[in-house]
């Protein structure tokens, strides 16, 4: 099995900074893509950003410019930089990644357990 842990959600003023931080661990033989997805309530969830395992990203309109997303394949973890936070950007953000694992073939996708994001006007 694999566990993704987050962490470095809470609470920040409009215009503030915070670091998102996901580590992956178990029979890790390769992880593909990962990214950062948040859920608001009563919205659906959407994609923020993705990292390809050769760093190619993609962002969601809505926070080009202003959040990047990087990798440390040596330690299994993604990280998302989130700066120049606006109300609008609280949610619960989630780490997503596609892996594959020594124990059987293909990949699968696994889940963070969410951390919450709340930015102040």
């Known amino acids: 099995q694999v566990q993704l842990v987050e962490s470095g959600g809470g609470l920040v003023q409009a215009g503030g900074s915070l670091r998102l931080s996901c580590a992956a661990s178990?029979?890790?033989?390769?992880?593909?893509?990962m990214g950062w997805y948040r859920q608001a309530p009563g919205k659906q969830r959407e994609l923020v950003a993705h990292?390809?395992?050769?760093?190619?990203?993609n962002y969601v309109d809505s926070v080009k410019g202003r959040f990047t997303i990087f990798r440390d394949n040596a330690n299994n973890a993604v990280y998302l930089q989130m700066n120049s936070l606006k109300p609008e950007d609280t949610a619960v953000y989630y780490c997503n990644a596609d892996v594959s694992t020594w124990r059987n073939s293909g990949s699968y996708d696994y889940w963070g357990q969410g951390t919450q994001v709340t930015v102040s006007s």
């Open positions: 178990g029979s890790i033989r390769r992880i593909n893509i």
């Open positions: 990292i390809t395992s050769g760093g190619s990203t």
